[in-house]
């Protein structure tokens, strides 16, 4: 009985997680396309708070999961996102392109270690989207870096769409988990 209670709550709570991860990055994803695009303070405030935010979420659910000693991936991952975001305000100072490249280099790391996340956390249902969000995040941090090596012109809406993907993977695997739940609980009820 108590396994069963440990999973409801860890459901529960990665319902919850993904659910406000999805929010979160829509919302950056639409103030990106729409206001910061043509306000590049905006944008730069948006692009710092981006990686602090991916720090934030990995602590409170590493803490939530067991702590950060007991999850690497997500210690790793917290720290790689505290570093990314004093990288990028300092990136800000010398040019989008700079900016780009340390986005780049963090999704590759971030996304290598929310897929070690999802593979450790298989049982919880629903990883399979984390699995295909973090090799994804890895594939797009090295196409950044390739751009942010060229000449065209860069700004955030050049980051959006990488957010944009993040959140529909959140939105997937807090959907996935509800309707497991939900069936699971109509099996129960049924039995």
């Given amino acids: ?3 069963n209670t440990n999973e409801t709550n860890q459901s529960t709570w990665l319902k919850s997680y993904y659910f406000t991860r999805f ?10 396309f729409t206001v910061a695009r043509a306000m590049p303070s905006l944008a730069a405030i948006m ?8 720090a934030l ?25 505290i570093v990314t975001t004093v ?11 700079a900016v780009l490249a340390v986005f780049g280099v963090w999704a590759v790391l ?3 270690f929310q897929l070690a996340t999802a593979i450790r956390r298989w049982k ?26 060229g000449a065209a012109t860069i700004d955030i809406t050049n980051v959006a769409p990488y957010a944009a993907f993040g959140a529909f993977y ?7 988990l509800t309707v497991s739940d939900a069936r699971r609980r109509s099996a129960q009820a049924a039995g």
Wanted: glycine share 8%.
């Fill in 47 to 54: 692009l710092v708070a981006y990686p602090a935010w991916d």
């Fill in 110 to 112: 971030s996304g290598l």
């Fill in 124 to 149: 919880s249902g629903a990883q399979w989207a984390m699995v295909l969000s973090g090799a994804q995040s890895a594939l797009a941090g090295i196409f950044f870096v390739k751009m942010a090596g």
């Fill in 87 to 97: 990288a990028v305000a300092i990136a800000l100072g010398k040019s989008m392109n």
């Fill in 170 to 176: 959140f939105l997937v695997s807090a959907v996935w």
């Fill in 1 to 3: 009985m108590l396994a």
């Fill in 23 to 32: 929010a979160v990055a829509a919302a950056w994803v639409l103030l990106a």
């Fill in 57 to 81: 979420a990995n602590f409170f659910d590493a803490r939530r999961s067991g702590g950060l000693n007991r999850n690497k991936t997500q210690l790793l991952n917290f720290i790689i996102s």
